[in-house]
């Protein structure tokens, strides 16, 4: 089976109307099994696991990484297994293309315990009730669905949009399932054997673990997460010279090497592209703009005991966050605002039922109708379990249901683009809106702005996992429903881990130095500024807010004068800004690291092209998964530790 697709000449001259008639006739596989049994068994258990893989990297890094690839491929090692003892038959594609619907819907729903929920409880501490949490995950999945597909045809269908993760599982996915076995099963075992690795050196990162083993004389290992931390030994014992920026330590402003394989992971499997521009704008806003700020008294300091000063990541975000939203948004408004005509096309369907000469895709796509209906009914549910629960007005509930159809369309541009949905800054909107509106009310305007920000990070990622869909021929309908089984799994498994495991019935402990919670705790510092007053902002985060905005549209003319040519993202400029230096360096090398070995080695007949470069998604992704499960292994074994009395460390 090979991959078809139209030509460039074809994505610009072609009617939507002619696009959905070559897929039709070219690409779409009819009634053949996709929504079984098996598959969503699979990608609900599969879902659920790494919906807790995402619990890790939001609390390390503050955002979640999509989980096709991994889901993908683990499936196809499970059943591939019980095929070959004859427990199962043939394992169908979209087959393969369900699961990962149902896996990655999953994947994607612990947003809130990460951010929005997560900074409610932090500043109200109050714990929110584990089934008023399932409740509100639900509602946010099933608006997001509703709110997705009226945009799919526009992105999806008539621009052709890379969405360059769910791109690479439609090509994992025909790669494992080609009649080709050397060529299907090698992905496999990459990311089996590079989960294994990460895997285990994760845990040797681990003092407790490894101080155990040493008790029972077993092997134990001795990896350091931070790789400056020898240099700050010497610095203390022996007074040698403390790295800094005008008066800043570099280890206050996040500038540090630190090993974290979850990140590496994920930046490889963003591209040298957005690498760069994450370091772009780390390196801005923390070698330059940051020290300046501190030493103007613009970002607040702390001095401990022994008279030492301390920064850190929570108060250069607090200052920073303000340009990179302001970049960020800007940019993805003219990026889709640039084609009005392809704006309105995606919604005439909305007004009329097309007939069937105009509509082929009819009897495939889910049916307009369902949203029209839909958006207002979970819409009122959402305001109604937001005034039960957080106590918001309804009228201001009511307010954020617009919003959220704004916030989807920029964050399904930037989905389209980098595989990067940015759902906090995107909740910052709303944050200030609120701030307005509702002046004072902490608790409101967290609630009102995790409608919006969630529900459009919803829609943003089941848009990127239809565009394998897509690739294969399968139904888009029958992915909307495994995009609500799948949110049913997320929520579970992730109330079920975070609450125990993370929250521990005490959120002012949620942020720690290990988990700082970095989304958490930009929510926080936003809503405490706003209910307060803008007032309350330094003046000089109101000019890199305008700066921003001016160069992120700056960026993207260029960048579509350049026809896509020009290598910086203003998105990925932005993201930086509320993102740490360590966080953002990792990914860039991981993006480097295998932007390097296509250089070297850029022959598809080379052995490490075909291992690395042509593997490079499963690879990556086999990382991200091996150190993020076994980092979450080890606190559920530290809690259990210390509930039985016992000390590892």
Avoid at 7 to 18: G, K, N, Y
Avoid at 439 to 450: Q, R
Avoid at 519 to 542: D, N
Avoid at 565 to 589: D, E, N, R, W
């Amino acid at each position: 089976m090979a991959l078809k697709q139209l030509t460039d000449e074809q994505i610009r001259t072609l009617t939507v109307e002619e696009k959905d008639r070559w897929w039709l006739e070219n690409v779409y596989q009819g009634d053949v099994p996709q929504m079984t049994v098996r598959a969503v068994l699979m990608g609900f258990l599969l879902g659920g696991l790494l919906s807790i893989q995402n619990l890790y990297v939001g609390a390390k890094a503050g955002w979640s990484l999509g989980v096709a690839i991994t889901s993908v491929i683990l499936a196809f090692v499970f059943f591939r297994v019980l095929m070959k003892i004859g427990l199962v038959r043939q394992y169908h594609v979209l087959e393969s293309n369900i699961l990962q619907s149902i896996a990655c819907s999953a994947g994607y729903m612990n947003g809130p315990l990460i951010a929005s929920m997560a900074a409610y409880m932090i500043i109200t501490n109050y714990v929110i009730p584990w089934w008023q949490m399932v409740m509100w995950l639900l509602g946010l999945c099933v608006l997001g669905v509703l709110f997705a597909f009226p945009l799919k045809r526009r992105f999806i269908n008539q621009d052709q949009l890379p969405f360059p993760e769910g791109r690479a599982a439609g090509v994992v996915m025909e790669t494992l399932h080609s009649e080709d076995t050397g060529r299907s099963v090698l992905p496999a075992r990459l990311l089996v054997i590079f989960s294994l690795l990460a895997g285990l050196l994760k845990l040797g990162q681990s003092p407790s673990i490894m101080n155990w083993l040493r008790r029972w004389d077993l092997p134990a290992l001795n990896i350091p997460e931070m790789l400056d931390g020898w240099y700050y030994k010497l610095v203390e014992k022996c007074g040698w010279w403390m790295p800094n920026i005008l008066g800043t330590p570099l280890r206050e402003l996040t500038i540090r090497p630190e090993l974290d394989l979850a990140m590496i992971g994920a930046g490889g499997l963003m591209g040298i592209r957005t690498g760069v521009s994450l370091l772009i704008g780390a390196a801005l806003n923390y070698f330059v703009l940051a020290p300046i700020m501190i030493q103007r008294g613009d970002i607040r300091t702390t001095v401990d005991a022994a008279g030492a000063v301390h920064v850190g990541f929570r108060a250069i975000a607090t200052w920073a966050l303000w340009g990179g939203v302001a970049m960020m948004t800007t940019a993805s408004l003219y990026s889709f605002f640039g084609k009005p005509r392809a704006l309105l096309s995606a919604f005439k369907g909305l007004g009329r039922r097309r007939s069937g000469a105009l509509d082929p895709l009819r009897h495939v796509e889910l049916p307009l109708w369902v949203s029209g209906i839909g958006v207002p009914l979970v819409g009122a549910y959402l305001v109604w379990i937001a005034h039960w629960f957080f106590g918001v007005q309804v009228w201001l509930g009511v307010i954020a249901i617009p919003m959220v159809f704004i916030f989807t369309l920029i964050g399904v541009n930037s989905t389209a683009l980098t595989s990067i949905t940015p759902t906090g800054p995107l909740g910052k909107l709303t944050q200030l809106a609120y701030g307005a509106l509702a002046p004072g009310n902490i608790t409101t305007n967290i609630a009102t702005a995790g409608i919006a920000a969630e529900v459009a990070g919803n829609a943003s990622n089941l848009i990127q996992n239809i565009k394998p869909g897509y690739m294969l021929g399968g139904k888009p309908r029958l992915q909307a429903l495994g995009h609500v089984i799948g949110g049913i799994a997320g929520a579970v498994a992730s109330v079920a881990v975070f609450y125990p495991l993370f929250l521990r019935n005490n959120p002012a402990g949620l942020i720690s130095e290990q988990y700082p919670y970095p989304a958490a705790t930009v929510w926080k510092a936003v809503a405490e500024i706003l209910t307060k007053g803008l007032s309350q902002l330094p003046p000089t985060a109101l000019w890199a807010a305008a700066i921003g905005a001016v160069l992120g549209i700056v960026v993207e003319v260029v960048r579509t004068a350049s026809k896509g040519k020009f290598p910086i993202s203003p998105v990925g400029i932005g993201l930086a800004f509320v993102i740490s230096f360590q966080t953002c360096f990792a990914m860039f090398l991981g993006s480097f690291v295998f932007w390097l070995i296509g250089k070297l080695w850029s022959r598809p007949e080379q052995r490490m092209n075909t291992v690395f470069v042509q593997n490079q998604e499963s690879i990556c992704a086999g990382v991200v998964a091996g150190a993020a499960l076994i980092g979450v292994a080890v606190m559920a074994i530290e809690v259990i530790a210390e509930n039985l009395g016992y000390k590892l460390l």
